[in-house]
């Protein structure tokens, strides 16, 4: 028998079973306690598994990278100081690698944000609003690397005087310019792929903002239309401030995806031609250079400047739960 | 008085013209983005389906001709001799484990969250929401460690032959919790209290309160998440290559196995091509059929890093 059988069959009916005889295991164990017992012990019987899996795979690593990267590359980990970070900001790979980060950071914030502002206030204003939506959001259904493959065909390039089969050299081709090398030339390279990054992120931003947007009064809008606001002015004074809070969550998200960046930088050239990104020079010092030590540096890199963003994350959540 | 009634029905009027016009702008701009947003999945779609000598000559643009061939070649070529066949169920029996493991403990815990009172519940739950945003990165060389020790990475022995993907159920769900924990518990924590006591003053246990009243109310909760856990295990690709190891090619899912073939096909775009549709064509139909619940899962969870 195929053992992938076996697999699927524990899958989908063993795994479910142990979870469940798991609650109620404890139920019945809970039953042999005193009752004022019961009630001290059953909560943290029920979030048990998810405590030991949460510290096993994001709580105790987290930790461990960060005195991973003291350590050499050696199975024995002798501790190095800070010769890794040394190393980090001495080297010109990674040092491109965090410059892209950077440039990922900024730019493709600034275009999922300001896509999702545009996309939303425009959809909001016709009857076909859900067909546009679901076809802008679209390309966030697909897996990031489905997307590589396809905007890899989008800038296809060949020599001049040959056929041009990428999209966009097509259109070059047509209307009688040179054809463009997209992705062999630094800086720029980097920026076609944040674009790829906004194709797939901007339907995201613009649904989180068309519902905010759908949460805005609007007697408020009309009452200053019948001022004499123009349709800027409106969304300037009004439209823009009442979104602000959603604009914060929506960028704070984007500034965590773009630090994290690894599948479209990974499948559109692995890198080469300086695209490297943090995420992914992690990877390759781990796994094709072999530098454990090297690859802890660069993830603890990319953690410190995500903490920022985790206390905004917290203290945002506080706030909201003050007001529940 | 007449004069300016005139005057401003005219205004009103020129208004009302230029506002059509502007209609208009709107309409075409909008028809834009998308075209602009489709015509890479176009261009896919349409070499996926050419033979091999049109496409390498000739832009996908061309097929609107008359002459233009079409053939389903390229996905019989990427089923027997790329291996997608198998990468499909692959992705299959990653994705399914790893979808429910995670939501199930995630509904036990935001239960308790939501539901049971007990010292440092507050402070924990301010963990999780601080955890909603540490990348894998920072977690992948202990935990890589811990595996092959045990042996459960793809190239292990052992345990790792009759369950090749435990690994990466495990990951998923250790990855998937802070977001699940969080959405389920925002969710179960605003169900109406009076249920609950009732049926505590009724009689009934912990579990009962939990499978016959918090669960089956939290269905559209469960939904979204469910669709949307199972979307991010389906498209992982980071995951899938640090612990099953980009190089145990049988063992990979389908991500995973069409970044190999970006490298492998190199200019072959009408293999690489239906490969990525192969890839596609499930998120496509869970996307379609359940959108509502996506949209819902991804606008709750707004701080899932």
């Known amino acids: ?324 | 008085m007449t004069a300016q009634a005139t005057a401003s029905s005219v205004t009103v009027r020129a208004g009302r013209r230029f506002g059509s016009l502007r209609r208009i702008g709107l309409h075409l701009s909008i028809v834009l983005i998308l075209v602009i947003w489709l015509l890479p999945t176009m261009g896919m779609l349409v070499n996926s389906f050419r033979p091999a000598a049109d496409v390498s000559r000739t832009g996908w643009w061309t097929v609107f001709s008359p002459l233009a061939s079409f053939t389903l070649d390229n996905y019989v070529h990427v089923f027997n001799q790329s291996g997608l066949g198998n990468a499909f169920l692959n992705s299959l029996f990653i994705t399914i484990p790893a979808t429910i493991i995670p939501v199930t403990i995630a509904a036990f815990a935001a239960y308790a969250f939501a539901w049971m009172k007990f010292p440092g519940r507050n402070l924990l739950f301010v963990a999780v929401v601080g955890l909603l945003v540490v990348p894998l990165q920072a977690t992948i060389v202990p935990i890589l460690n811990v595996f092959r020790t045990v042996g459960i990475t793809g190239s292990g022995s052992g345990i790792a032959q009759t369950f090749p993907f435990l690994s990466v159920w495990l990951a998923h769900t250790g990855y998937g919790l802070p977001f699940a924990i969080y959405l389920l518990r925002n969710y179960m924590g605003g169900l109406p209290r009076e249920v609950f006591e009732s049926a505590s003053i009724d009689g009934a246990g912990a579990a009962t309160a939990f499978f016959r009243l918090a669960l089956p109310m939290s269905v559209p909760a469960l939904a979204a998440l469910t669709i949307f856990q199972f979307l991010f295990v389906w498209n992982d690709l980071f995951v899938a290559i640090v612990y099953i190891g980009a190089v145990n090619g049988p063992k990979l899912p389908l991500t995973a196995t069409l970044a190999n073939l970006t490298n492998s096909l190199g200019g072959d775009w009408q293999y690489l091509m239906a490969a990525a549709f192969i890839s596609m064509a499930l998120p496509l139909v869970v996307f379609f059929a359940f959108q509502r619940y996506f949209v819902r899962g991804i606008t709750g969870g707004a701080v899932k890093g």
């Not at chain 1, 502002?117 to 679901?134: C, G, H, M, N, Q």
Request: no cysteine.
């Open chain 1, 1 to 324: 028998m195929d053992p992938r059988i076996v697999t699927a069959g524990v899958a989908v009916i063993g795994v479910p079973a142990v979870l469940i005889g798991y609650i109620l295991g404890v139920e019945w164990l809970l039953r042999l306690a005193p009752e004022r017992r019961q009630a001290r012990i059953r909560p943290w019987l029920w979030i048990l598994p998810a405590i030991l899996l949460l510290g096993f795979f994001l709580v105790y690593p987290t930790i461990a990278t960060a005195v991973r990267s003291l350590q050499d590359k050696t199975a024995a980990a002798n501790f190095i100081g800070l010769a890794n970070y040394q190393y980090f900001f001495s080297s010109d790979a990674t040092l491109v690698a965090l410059r892209n980060s950077f440039i990922w950071l900024v730019l493709l914030t600034a275009f999922v944000v300001g896509g999702g502002i545009l996309t939303a206030v425009l959809f909001d204003r016709v009857r076909y609003e859900p067909v546009a939506k679901s076809l802008l959001f679209l390309p966030l259904a697909i897996s990031f690397v489905g997307a590589g493959v396809i905007w890899k065909f989008m800038f296809d390039y060949q020599l001049a005087g040959h056929p041009q089969i990428g999209t966009l050299n097509g259109i070059l081709q047509g209307i009688g310019q040179p054809p463009a090398a997209f992705l062999l030339n630094p800086p720029g390279n980097t920026v076609w792929l944040i674009l790829v990054g906004a194709w797939i992120w901007t339907g995201f931003a613009m649904v989180i903002l068309s519902a905010a947007l759908k949460g805005i009064s609007p007697e408020l809008l009309e009452a200053a239309r019948v001022d004499g606001a123009n349709e800027l002015q409106v969304f300037r004074a009004i439209t823009l401030p009442l979104l602000m809070p959603t604009i914060a969550v929506v960028a704070t998200t984007m500034i965590i995806t773009a630090l994290k960046a690894f599948d479209v930088v990974y499948v559109m050239g692995n890198g080469a031609f300086d695209t490297d990104v943090l995420a992914l020079d992690m990877y390759h010092q781990l796994f094709d250079f072999g530098q454990p030590g090297r690859a802890a540096a660069v993830a603890t890199v990319l953690v410190v400047l995500i903490i920022p963003v985790m206390i905004l994350n917290v203290r945002r959540f506080q706030a909201q739960e003050a007001i529940r």
